[in-house]
């Protein structure tokens, strides 16, 4: 039986990628630099810096780090999208708790914003570890995020499940050697393949989990 879980938080526990897509998009128009939904789409589940540097040449004149400031400036402005958590979200971190699962979230996020955003949910409280961008040297789809969870929670990997929406947290979890489930709350399943389990959001998510099909829930195992 999986004995921990692990959460990724933008698009897994709470919605924020519509905000985050639009904030990337602003950047990108505010500079005359292309772009493409393809382009906006691959920001999604990794670190800000490593995401943005891959596009540093349409930026000519500015940092990694300003174009970085520049876009979480854009989150805080009133006019864009709204964050609420996914569904289900709180609801499994407290039936989790109360079975004794460890609980924890690896996200590509800053420290600071990560803590601001659990808070925001009521979450903080659930939870027994949080590894942020600030804790790791490479972020995902390296695995070094899951492994250090699992090494906090003195877990093996092989007893984790991992809750991720993005095809880069996804490969993080299966290279730490993880169950992975992925959720469709920001990408089509076909782009989560790598996913044990392919799952529409947090609400009524079996546990322990097995690749068995859940009614009228699930979308597909892999």
Excluded: N
Excluded at 126 to 140: C, E, I, N, S
């Amino acid at each position: 039986m999986h004995t921990a879980a692990l959460f990724d938080l933008d698009g897994t526990l709470i919605d924020t990628e519509p905000r985050s897509r639009e904030a990337w998009a602003r950047l990108f128009r505010s500079h005359d630099a292309p772009h493409d939904d393809a382009v906006l789409r691959a920001f999604a589940g990794r670190p800000a810096k490593e995401a943005v540097a891959e596009h540093l040449a349409l930026f000519p004149g500015h940092t990694v780090e300003e174009l970085c400031a520049e876009a979480m400036a854009y989150t805080a402005l009133p006019d864009m999208p709204a964050v609420a958590p996914v569904a289900g979200a709180k609801d499994l971190l407290i039936g989790l708790r109360q079975q004794g699962v460890a609980l924890g979230v690896v996200t590509s996020g800053p420290r600071g914003y990560a803590e601001g955003e659990l808070a925001a949910m009521g979450a903080l409280p659930f939870l027994d570890v949080l590894v942020t961008a600030d804790d790791v040297t490479r972020g995902k789809p390296d695995p070094e995020g899951y492994l250090a969870a699992c090494s906090a929670l003195r877990t093996a990997p092989g007893m984790t499940v991992v809750f991720e929406d993005a095809p880069a947290g996804i490969l993080a979890a299966k290279r730490a050697g993880a169950f992975c489930v992925g959720l469709t709350t920001t990408q089509p399943a076909g782009a989560l393949v790598g996913a044990d389990l392919i799952l529409a959001d947090l609400a009524d998510v079996p546990w322990p989990i097995t690749t068995e099909r859940v009614p009228d829930r699930a979308i597909s195992t892999a």
